[in-house]
């Protein structure tokens, strides 16, 4: 089977600034791909490449077989777009926002009416289609957005941050409908900073400065980005203890976590000294995918 996306030395510049620099990647149909990285890195400029919005400077990619460059016209007709700041009209009804969108989309008016239907249901939003956007929490909206950029019944879904700004319920709610999109076979590309979400992806893009800087499953990145012992110290102003505790020589990183500090050690035998020096006792701790990102970011 073909990747439903695959890109090979995918670069954009603007001016001498280059935003997305030599990517080269394949995404499996099917697949939840969450992109990492802070702000700036390049993850939107990667997405609007992919969806034949923005050419790329140099290299090439295809999407569901069609050129990014080329065929950007039958790329953008068979893809959903969500983004933060995804359009609804406030003005108007939840039934009649996915009506306005099933007619962007060109879908004939008796068919369309069997995709509302759907739409109300994969959002959980059935019973409430008469209400105005204006009158729903954010978390309502964002499922209506998802419902919107999915009418189509694309084969490739992009979400850039579209979980930003509402509640962890509603995140998690969101979460499952990706999960029910990928078990059906649409391939869901997401741009997200929560690691509760990026655990939930099959693979993920960690993207830095435009480059990409690593991509396997969260599983196999916790286990060989981390060379190493990992333990966790609470201690009285841990902020403070951060350089003492790194300058030990069997100390290879040490990062804070809300109050805790992680301590990435050499090996295991070290855990007794780490707690005579620190006064604590260091509790082993599996990797987090936070503590891979702080990890490959501090590598890069």
Known sequence: MNPAIE??????MFGDFVAVNRVSLAIEPGEVCGFLGPNG????????MLCGILEPSSGSGTVLGYDIIKQSDQIKQRIGYMSQKFSLYEDLTVRENLDFYGGVYDIPYRERSKRIKEMLALAGLEGSENRLVQGLSSGWRQRLALGCALISRPAVVFLDEPTSGVSPTSRRSFF??????ANEGTTVIVTTHFMDEAERCTRLAFISQGHLIAFDTPRNLKYSTIQGHLVELEIPEAIERISSVESLPYVKECNLHGPLLHVLLQSKDYIGELGRFTGAEPREITPSLEDVFITLAKNR
């Open 7 to 12: 890109t090979k030395e995918l670069t954009r």
């Open 41 to 48: 890195a390049g993850k939107s400029t990667l997405i609007r």
């Open 176 to 181: 499952d409908i990706i999960q029910q999109l």
